[in-house]
C-alpha cells in the first residue's frame, strides 16, 4: 500500500508540555486517520521525533510511505546525519553524543521496516495536511497544560 502522512510536535515552554500529532492518509483507499499525544514535559525535537515514529509504528510493516514534516531536524537527521552518527558510536561531528539518541534509533528502527520519503514542508505556510497535524500536536500538548 501507500500511505501519505503529515507529522509535527509541539512545545509549550521548550521543554514544557510537548506534544505529537499525525495525519495518515492511505492512498489506495482513501481511509484518514488521525493520532496525537503529549507528555508534561519534552523539547519540541523530541516531540517531532516521536510524531514520526508514532506515524510509522502505526502502519503494518513494508509500506510506501511519504512523510512530510515542518522539521529540518528530522529530515536532516534521518536523510543526512544518522548513518554518520552510527558509524562513529552515536557521536556527532563535534565529538559529542547525539542528542535525543533513543528516539533516533527508534525512528531509525521504524524507517527500515517501510520504504519511507521524508520531505520537509514549510510549517505555518497554508499546507492542510501540516496544518491538520500542527492542531493534533497542540491538542497533545494541551492534555498535559
Do not use: C
Request: charged share 20%; glycine share 12%; hydrophobic share 40%.
Amino acid at each position: 500500500m501507500s500511505f501519505t502522512i503529515y507529522a509535527d510536535g509541539s512545545s509549550r515552554g521548550n521543554p514544557g508540555a510537548s506534544g505529537w500529532g499525525v495525519f495518515v492518509k492511505n492512498e489506495v483507499t482513501g481511509e484518514e486517520i488521525e493520532l496525537f499525544g503529549g507528555v508534561a514535559r519534552a523539547t519540541n525535537q523530541q516531540m517531532e521525533l516521536t510524531a514520526a515514529i508514532e506515524a510509522l509504528k502505526s502502519l503494518p510493516a513494508g509500506q510506501r510511505v511519504v512523510l512530510h514534516t515542518d522539521s529540518q531536524y528530522v529530515v536532516k537527521g534521518i536523510n543526512e546525519w544518522i548513518a554518520g552518527w552510527k558509524k562513529r558510536g552515536w557521536v556527532n561531528a563535534k565529538k559529542e553524543p547525539v542528542a535525543n539518541r533513543e528516539l533516533w534509533e527508534a525512528l531509525d528502527a521504524q524507517n527500515a521496516r517501510h520504504t519511507v520519503t521524508f520531505q520537509w514542508v514549510r510549517g505555518h505556510n497554508g499546507n492542510a495536511g501540516n496544518e491538520r497535524a500542527d492542531k493534533l500536536a497542540n491538542k497533545g500538548a494541551a492534555l498535559y497544560l
